[in-house]
């Protein structure tokens, strides 16, 4: 057989587009030709492919060989297409059958020894194969992640000689099984709430932050605890959702970053000179930046307005779109971005207006002209805001705390099961037409927080950003409807930068 085709996925973003290897074995001068649309490291796979074949005992075909990557217009990068191409050469030269190629896919970069080595992007890969209800073939060190889509067939091989034993022999190698499956996953220890002495109010304003997946911003001096309690959220923070944990894993996969747990929600926490790139993503083939790193987790931004005002407003549209779309002169790539965003902030550049510094003559003014480095719009979009005061020295030499993150975290997994069941998804990410449904007021009730947001002088955004808040105290209370004093509370923590 002079032909033979073969199975891969390309990289782009978050897709994974089937890619058809396509060798032919022609007559004629000993030539090596790959077209497709290949970049340098594709073509540059003509001398990996031809030396592990070669080292790994078979023939390598003195003919004239010529490699089509189909779509011919889709640009195709990395050494993903390494095994895959060598599979081709080798079925076409019927060294190995090219009978069961129909239903395999094949990723994988290829040593001169023959071994394989991992590649970027294989999660994404192994979802689309296992849509397209066909097993996959990656090198031994991608086996894990590949393995995490739950009906997904995946194949580890550790050497070109093991992948082509399996193909001669489908009967001799079995599935990979996975160490580490989403129900049996062990999330890390994290800081316990139990630590934080007082702050009442701020620890009632991080459980319902959790609870509902809001956006939390914390004001107040330094050292009254404001990254303490942002280090202590993940610890009350409900599991991932199968969904969610292939989501954040896809994406950690594209960007090769394995260092936290593969089922442990995301923290990212960027230092203030980040640039809006770092933050939003990009670059000429657009890469996830911060923001889509912490999908389905948390964006702690701390001394928030010491960020470059430019890069703050990044963050707009991810807020309340869920995504960011990245374009460039080549393509446009659309990467999610439904984080939760945790950020605190001193009042003042001294941290205490109370107390201004020799020199400071308006402290008002101060805080004032500090304050506005965060535009309105950025604030409106951050469903809480609550104010951290410092404690006395009295209440910090105490030797209980308060209650442990455990309990807490069985009170918010609780409110996020109501909010799943009755809506599908956390109170933060409720449409127009569900909040319809699911946050109806009474007739008083509705007078009531009409009045308040006309006071407080609200837009319309935050007037559905308190609705969301209440709906969350409800569900907290375990309760079918919001009452008033699920509003009042949700209305202060939206006073601190009301008109």
Do not use: W
Not at 205 to 232: D, F, I, Q, T
Not at 260 to 289: C, D, E, M, Y
Not at 333 to 344: D, E, H, K, S
């Amino acid at each position: 057989m002079a032909l033979a085709i073969v199975n891969t996925r390309a990289r782009v973003g978050m897709n994974a587009p089937l890619v058809t290897v396509e060798v032919h074995l022609s007559n004629g001068l000993p030539a090596f030709n790959i077209v497709g649309l290949p970049d340098a490291a594709v073509r540059e796979s003509k001398e990996r492919v031809r030396s592990a074949i070669l080292n790994s005992e078979f023939d390598f075909p003195q003919r004239r060989i010529t490699i089509n990557l189909a779509p011919a217009d889709l640009p195709k990068d990395g050494g993903r297409f390494d095994l895959p191409i060598a599979i081709g050469i080798l079925a076409a030269s019927e060294q190995i059958p090219a009978g069961a190629l129909e239903h395999l896919e094949f990723v994988g970069e290829l040593a001169l020894s023959g071994e394989l080595r991992p590649v970027e992007g294989v999660l994404t890969a192994a979802i689309a194969t296992c849509d397209a209800q066909r097993s996959l073939f990656v090198p031994q060190a991608n086996a894990e992640e590949a393995a995490v889509p739950r009906n997904s067939r995946v194949f580890a091989c550790g050497h070109l000689l093991q992948v082509c034993g399996q193909l001669k022999q489908p009967t001799s190698g079995e599935a990979y099984q996975p160490t580490l499956l989403p129900d049996t996953a062990q999330l890390d220890e994290y800081p316990d709430l139990a630590d934080v002495k007082g702050q009442h109010q701020a620890k009632r304003a991080l459980e319902v932050a959790a609870a509902g997946k809001h956006n939390l911003l914390m004001m107040g001096p330094p050292g009254a605890g404001k990254s303490m309690l942002a280090a202590r959220l993940p610890g009350i923070l409900p599991p991932m959702t199968d969904q969610e944990m292939i989501e954040t894993a896809a994406i950690h996969s594209v960007s090769q970053i394995n260092q936290r747990p593969l089922f442990q929600r995301p923290i990212r926490a960027p230092h203030h000179t980040a640039s809006g790139v770092a933050l939003a993503g990009g670059g000429s083939n657009p890469k996830p930046g911060e923001i889509s790193l912490a999908h389905n987790g948390i964006l702690f931004l701390d001394e928030l307005p010491e960020f470059p005002r430019k890069v703050l407003e990044v963050l707009r549209e991810p807020l309340e779109t869920g995504e960011i779309a990245i374009s460039r002169a080549a393509q446009q790539v659309t990467y999610p971005a439904n984080f939760q965003l945790i950020a605190a902030l001193n009042p003042c550049p001294c941290g205490h207006p109370e107390q201004p510094p020799e020199g400071c003559n308006n402290p008002q003014l101060c805080c004032n002209k500090y304050q506005s480095k965060l535009s309105g719009p950025l604030l409106d979009r951050i469903d809480m805001h609550v104010r951290v005061d410092a404690m006395p020295i009295s209440e910090l030499q105490k030797q209980n705390g308060g209650e442990p993150s455990a309990s807490v975290r069985d009170r918010v997994t609780c409110a996020r099961r109501i909010q799943l069941q009755r809506q599908g998804c956390a109170n933060h990410d409720l449409t127009s037409k569900q909040l319809e449904q699911v946050c109806k007021l009474n007739e008083k009730d509705t007078l009531f927080l009409q009045q308040a947001v006309e006071r407080l002088g609200l837009s319309a955004r935050g007037y559905h950003r308190i609705l969301k808040v209440a709906r969350t105290l409800a569900d907290l209370e375990q309760a079918e409807h919001i009452s008033k004093r699920n509003l009042t509370e949700a209305l202060s923590y939206r006073a601190l930068f009301s008109v």
